[in-house]
Every structure is written in C-alpha cells, then in structure tokens.
C-alpha cells in the first residue's frame, strides 16, 4: 500500500519534533519579523536552529525559556557596522549582543579586510559572540592598488581593483562599499564606481554607499548612489540617511522623494539609519581632502608650509561659514591616543586648554596639531535636526544600524549609538513617542536586513532557519547610553540567542562564542 507523500512527509516532521529539544521558548509574545501582529507561542529549537514554532506545550527539552510577558523576536540584523580591528580583543561583542543584535554586516563606508577569505578564516578560528558578513571596501581595494593617489586610475589599476572586487565576492562578501567623504575613495569618480559595482552586480551584491556629501550637496550625492544602481544594474543601500548642519535641516523630504522615485522606476534603492542627532567620525574630515592626497607622509609636508597651512585653515572657515557655524563647539572628541583627558571635550574647549584664543581660526590651528600628532582622532558631530531624524525613521524602507564597531567598555568617549541603537528605537520611537508600531520596527531591524543582504535562513522566525533569537521586555527596553556617559548597556533584553546558545542569559553575558561566519555563497 502506497503511502500518500503529503502523510509522509507529516509523519517524518512529527517525528522529528517529537525529539527532545534543546531549548524552548515558552508562552512569549512572538513577533516573527514579517511586521504582521504577534501572536502567542512557543518555540522549538535544536543544533542550533528554529524546528518548531507553535503549541509545544507537551514536548520535552533539555531548557525552558519564559517568555511570558515578553517579546520573542529575530535577533537584530546591524548591516552598518565597523567591527574590524577588535574583534581579537573583544570577541565577545558585549556592546552588540547587549543591545539584541546577533548578526553584523562590516566593512561599510569603503573599508573592509583586503583579503576577504583569511578573514573569514581569522574569524572561524577565534569564534565571535555575533555572527559576521562583510562588504568589500572601495577605499580599501584603491588603496591596494593605487595608494591615496588624487587621480583616475589607469587601466592596469582599475583592472586590479576589479580583481580584488571578484575575489572578495567570490571567497563569499555580501557587496561592495564607497566611503566617498574619505581619501582615497573621495578622489574616484562615478564611471570608477560603476565598474567595480558591476563586479560585485554580477555575483549576486549590493552597493553600500556613504555618499559622498550628506550636507549642502546631499542631493547630487543620493543621485549618485541611485546612479550607480542603475549603471551597475545592482541593489542599493544608502548608509546613515540623514542631511547635516543647519542650513541643510528640514531638506529629509527632498532626499527621501529621490529614494521613492528610484524605488517608483523599479531600482531596489534603500536606507539605513542610527537613531541620533549626532554622527560620528573621524577629525581628517574638517580638512579638505586634497591636502591628503599622497597619504599622510604629503599631508606632513603640506602642513609644514606656512602657505600652504594657512591656505587649508581658510577653507575650513569657509566650510565654516557655509554651514552657518561659529566655532568648533560642535565637534566633540571621542578617541584622541596620546592624550585621553581631551576625550569627551569639543574642539573649542581644547583649543581654550592650549592657550588659543576662542576664534575660529585658532581652533582651526588647534585642529591640524592633533591631526599631525596621530593618524586617527575619532569625533562626535553634532550637526543634526530630530524632525529630520524622525521623518527618516517613518520611512518603510529603512534599517536601523549603529555605524558602531566592537568597543572596549570604559574606554574612550564613544558615540552611544555603540551601546544603544535598537534599544533607543524601540523605548523612545516606539513606546514613547509611537513613531512607529513595535512589529514594524523589528522588521525594520531583521527581514528587511536579511532580504537586503541576502541573508539566507535569518532575519524570521521560521522553521528551518537559525535560532537566532531575542527576548525583550517592551515595557523596560530602552537605552542607557548617552553623550556624556556612552558606556551602559541597554536595558530590557532578558535573552539573546546566537545560533540557539544563550549568549544573554537573564541579562548576564554568558560568554559563549557561537556566532558565525555569513558567507553570500554558502548562505550560512
């Protein structure tokens, strides 16, 4: 007797879920990431991924999860963060996994690992708390073959970052990133973009752009990325939306209407955005970017010519000027090395602490000593309006990422949207000033990621994909984080689940390492 296969394969399934679970998570709220209402439930996981996701009020497992009165989600998908460089000092990823999120895509804004296939191999070997996909860095690949030239490259050269595009596809990144404000990637034109995305296009990538002016000329740059898109036949994704400093406030409307009428035209144009007024980067970029060109060793001769210094000085202020700015109040020092009590102290105060006068054009002066004293100064700029802010988040195309990397607790005066960029959402735009409903915005922080990026088997609750998972309570979730005190995790997130290992087990990190690697090609 033939058995029917629909009965067959109910039968095999039966059996499977009648097997001992791992972990199950009972009586939660579930929001499964799709942005549809939740629903009670419980769910079933074992090696480290999601078998069952309804009534399992009868099965057996090796722990129980309550999630009563709490909300059971997708672990948080970041696709804007920067976490190259501490991932052997912190592997654990605290700031992260505090904060629900359990997948992180890096290398954005133009700069990645070069070698793409030994980093995968670094990060299997030393296991991560978070799982881990990487973009290819323009900035990174141009440098390899060009240095901090300011020109076009040659043939050879455009050919060999297109080399070095490929082979980062191929050992498995998810796209392609410009960082088009930094040198070198600030010097590359348009058909020099088009190009390399092109590579990554044809291996199935996206383009992630921090386009090359956020400011008074936000408009030509959102049109470059939505061009690149459209030469390069790829999907877009415009990083940290937002349109800065004063004289630029209230224009979010105008940029939003150019990602509408691209999505209208049928090119995959999307956003993502931190949830603050203030960005963060480094100080190089309050000097004009031709005095770079050559890298740091010509910028030192530069700027030992007093003609030349004092030619750089005036067009800070008249950058200055441009954005209707009096001083440098505006930009706070976040990380400066050979001097830590400067960090969480703004330009113009640093400038008082050396004797200058409180002008403009002393900060100026103040500013190109602590450039020339090391390579990087990490800075808060506060240059943004929160009615922008909010009129970007209501967008239904836009992620939330923190543009944060993996800090060390206590140390530096960092950004706080390294500690609290989901939290913040869902405590303040959700349950306080209900800019967005709870579903929407965890779809905001998982499907639509893991669509974007191709994130095969994560970013839902669903049978068959990873268990990875959070559980907050929506009552107490927010951030504890801010300007003047950056290090405090976020509060309200009982469990986080990397690959079905609780690495936040009743709030408490566990110190398990269960994140992977995300590779485009094998769709871990």
């Given at each position: 007797?033939?058995v029917?296969?629909?009965?067959?394969?109910?039968?095999?399934?039966?059996a499977?879920?009648?097997?001992?679970?791992?972990?199950?998570?009972?009586q939660?709220?579930?929001?499964?990431?799709?942005?549809?209402?939740?629903?009670?439930?419980?769910?079933?996981?074992?090696?480290?991924k999601?078998?069952?996701?309804?009534?399992?009020?009868?099965?057996?497992?090796?722990?129980?999860?309550?999630?009563?009165?709490?909300?059971?989600a997708?672990?948080?998908?970041?696709?804007?963060?920067?976490?190259?460089?501490?991932?052997?000092s912190?592997?654990?990823?605290?700031?992260?996994v505090?904060?629900?999120?359990?997948?992180?895509?890096?290398?954005?804004?133009?700069?990645?690992?070069?070698?793409?296939?030994?980093y995968f191999?670094?990060?299997?070997?030393?296991?991560?708390?978070i799982?881990?996909a990487?973009l290819?860095?323009?900035?990174?690949?141009?440098?390899?073959?060009?240095?901090?030239?300011?020109?076009?490259?040659?043939?050879?050269?455009?050919?060999?970052?297109?080399?070095?595009?490929?082979?980062?596809?191929?050992?498995?990144?998810?796209?392609?990133?410009?960082?088009?404000?930094?040198?070198p990637?600030?010097?590359?034109?348009?058909?020099?973009?088009?190009?390399?995305?092109?590579?990554?296009?044809?291996?199935?990538?996206?383009?992630?752009?921090?386009?090359?002016?956020?400011?008074?000329?936000?408009?030509?740059?959102?049109?470059?990325?939505?061009?690149?898109?459209?030469?390069?036949?790829?999907?877009?994704?415009?990083?940290?939306?937002?349109v800065?400093?004063?004289n630029?406030?209230?224009?979010?409307?105008?940029?939003?209407?150019?990602?509408?009428?691209?999505?209208?035209?049928?090119?995959?144009?999307?956003?993502?955005?931190?949830?603050?007024?203030?960005s963060?980067?480094?100080l190089?970029?309050?000097?004009p970017?031709?005095?770079?060109?050559?890298?740091?060793?010509?910028?030192?001769?530069?700027?030992?010519?007093?003609?030349?210094?004092?030619?750089?000085?005036?067009?800070?202020?008249?950058?200055?000027?441009?954005?209707?700015?009096?001083?440098y109040?505006?930009?706070?020092?976040?990380?400066?090395?050979?001097?830590?009590?400067l960090?969480?102290?703004?330009?113009?105060?640093?400038?008082?602490?050396?004797?200058?006068?409180?002008?403009?054009?002393?900060e100026?002066?103040?500013?190109?000593?602590?450039?020339?004293?090391?390579?990087?100064?990490?800075?808060?700029?506060?240059?943004?309006?929160?009615?922008?802010?909010?009129?970007?988040?209501?967008?239904?195309?836009?992620?939330?990422?923190?543009?944060?990397g993996?800090v060390?607790?206590?140390?530096?005066?960092?950004?706080?949207r390294?500690?609290?960029?989901?939290?913040?959402?869902?405590?303040?735009?959700?349950?306080?000033?209900q800019?967005?409903?709870?579903?929407?915005?965890i779809?905001?922080?998982?499907?639509l990621?893991?669509?974007?990026?191709?994130?095969?088997?994560?970013?839902l609750l669903?049978?068959?994909?990873?268990?990875?998972?959070?559980?907050?309570?929506?009552?107490q979730?927010?951030?504890?984080?801010?300007?003047?005190?950056?290090?405090a995790?976020?509060?309200?997130?009982?469990?986080?689940?990397?690959n079905?290992?609780?690495?936040?087990?009743n709030?408490?990190?566990?110190?398990a390492?269960?994140?992977?690697?995300?590779?485009?090609?094998?769709?871990?």
């Amino acid at each position: 007797m033939k058995v029917p296969i629909a009965i067959f394969l109910f039968t095999i399934s039966s059996a499977i879920k009648a097997q001992p679970f791992d972990v199950i998570i009972i009586q939660g709220k579930i929001m499964d990431g799709t942005g549809n209402s939740w629903f009670y439930g419980d769910i079933g996981i074992r090696d480290g991924k999601i078998i069952a996701v309804g009534n399992l009020k009868s099965a057996q497992t090796k722990k129980t999860l309550d999630a009563s009165g709490l909300v059971v989600a997708p672990g948080f998908i970041d696709v804007h963060a920067h976490i190259e460089g501490n991932e052997l000092s912190n592997p654990t990823a605290n700031n992260f996994v505090h904060d629900g999120v359990t997948t992180v895509v890096t290398g954005n804004c133009g700069s990645s690992n070069l070698e793409i296939e030994k980093y995968f191999r670094r990060l299997d070997s030393i296991r991560l708390s978070i799982n881990v996909a990487t973009l290819v860095g323009h900035n990174t690949v141009r440098r390899a073959a060009m240095g901090d030239a300011k020109r076009e490259p040659t043939a050879a050269e455009l050919q060999q970052m297109e080399q070095l595009v490929q082979t980062g596809m191929e050992a498995g990144a998810v796209g392609f990133s410009t960082g088009l404000i930094y040198v070198p990637g600030t010097y590359a034109k348009t058909n020099e973009i088009v190009a390399l995305a092109k590579v990554a296009a044809a291996r199935g990538g996206v383009y992630a752009s921090h386009i090359r002016d956020e400011g008074d000329r936000v408009h030509e740059a959102v049109s470059e990325a939505i061009q690149v898109g459209r030469e390069a036949n790829i999907p877009v994704e415009i990083s940290h939306f937002k349109v800065t400093y004063r004289n630029n406030w209230g224009r979010s409307p105008e940029t939003l209407a150019l990602v509408d009428q691209a999505r209208q035209q049928g090119l995959d144009v999307t956003i993502d955005q931190y949830p603050y007024v203030a960005s963060s980067t480094t100080l190089d970029t309050t000097v004009p970017t031709w005095a770079f060109a050559g890298g740091r060793d010509s910028l030192k001769v530069r700027l030992a010519n007093p003609a030349i210094r004092e030619r750089i000085k005036n067009e800070m202020m008249a950058d200055l000027r441009r954005k209707k700015l009096k001083n440098y109040s505006f930009a706070q020092v976040a990380r400066y090395a050979p001097d830590s009590t400067l960090n969480g102290k703004n330009i113009s105060q640093v400038n008082l602490l050396r004797g200058r006068k409180p002008k403009p054009q002393q900060e100026a002066e103040t500013i190109l000593e602590l450039i020339e004293a090391t390579n990087r100064t990490q800075m808060v700029y506060f240059s943004m309006d929160e009615q922008d802010l909010v009129r970007i988040l209501k967008y239904p195309h836009n992620m939330i990422a923190s543009d944060a990397g993996i800090v060390t607790f206590g140390s530096g005066v960092p950004h706080p949207r390294a500690y609290g960029t989901n939290a913040r959402v869902l405590g303040r735009y959700v349950r306080e000033q209900q800019v967005l409903s709870l579903e929407e915005a965890i779809r905001r922080m998982t499907s639509l990621p893991a669509q974007k990026f191709n994130l095969r088997n994560r970013g839902l609750l669903r049978e068959g994909f990873a268990a990875d998972i959070v559980i907050f309570d929506p009552r107490q979730v927010a951030d504890a984080a801010d300007y003047a005190t950056p290090h405090a995790y976020s509060k309200g997130f009982r469990y986080v689940l990397v690959n079905g290992q609780a690495i936040i087990d009743n709030h408490q990190h566990t110190g398990a390492r269960s994140g992977q690697v995300v590779r485009r090609l094998n769709g871990l």
